[in-house]
């Protein structure tokens, strides 16, 4: 009865699905964004991931199972190597 929840996932050769690569996240403020990095983060990079381990990680980026977690830099989000990526935008006032 519940079969089809219990077969694996069509691979997508490197795709979170087959039309999309990569999640890049733009927080501003008062828009719910850390508990969308919080699901984002556990689902890429693993349960005991946080926005502060990422902000203390090398390079911020941290390897995950469906792909590399990167925070706040710039290079590594300009050239695409991530799986998910956030940025947080700091406060203007």
Do not use: Q
């Not at 990095?37 to 990079?45: E, H, R």
């Not at 695409?80 to 947080?88: D, E, P, R, T, V």
């Amino acid at each position: 009865m519940l079969s089809w929840i219990r077969r694996k996932p069509i691979p997508h050769k490197g795709r979170l699905t087959p039309e999309f690569d990569r999640v890049y996240h733009y927080h501003s403020r008062k828009t719910a964004g850390s508990s969308l990095n919080a699901a984002f983060l556990s689902a890429f990079a693993g349960k005991c991931v946080t926005v502060k381990a990422l902000a203390g990680a090398p390079k911020r980026r941290i390897a995950g199972e469906i792909g590399p977690a990167v925070g706040w830099y710039e290079r590594l989000i300009k050239s695409g190597s991530f799986a998910y990526a956030l940025h947080i935008r700091r406060s203007i006032h």
